[in-house]
């Protein structure tokens, strides 16, 4: 038997905008990372709440960074190139040095090391912009 979980995490309604930015963290490497830490077996809404999320200003560069990479990927799931700078987006919204992003990128054995290089590329380039 199979037993399926759901979590709700909005309860009321929430600007588009917002549901991608939560969309983009949520996904991110460094999300998984920090749930990871606080779950055993199974992610409840009580892990969700306290998950620590950044909280830029709306009309940041920032933002809309993880908006529109959120949205490239929902429109192509596909792309590989939003999808490593969403997760370099993420990392610095998290204010990770490189050491620390790398040994997250490292918790993550079963994606490809070509995959993990290429977020590490995007993290870099944009803390050095």
Avoid: K, W
Avoid at 22 to 30: M, T
Avoid at 51 to 67: G, N, T
């Amino acid at each position: 038997m199979v037993t399926t979980h759901t979590l709700f995490c909005v309860r009321g309604p929430v600007d588009e905008r917002i549901q991608l930015f939560l969309c983009g963290i949520f996904n991110s490497f460094v999300a998984n990372y920090l749930v990871r830490m606080r779950v055993g077996t199974h992610v409840n809404v009580s892990i969700i709440e306290q998950l620590p999320v950044p909280h830029p200003d709306v009309d940041s560069a920032e933002f809309r960074d993880v908006v529109d990479l959120c949205g490239q990927l929902l429109g192509d799931p596909s792309q590989t190139g939003p999808l490593a700078d969403l997760q370099g987006a993420v990392a610095c919204l998290y204010e990770l040095t490189a050491p620390e992003f790398h040994h997250v990128l490292e918790t993550f054995p079963l994606v490809s090391e070509h995959e993990r290089s290429a977020a590490m590329r995007c993290f870099v380039q944009r803390v050095h912009t």
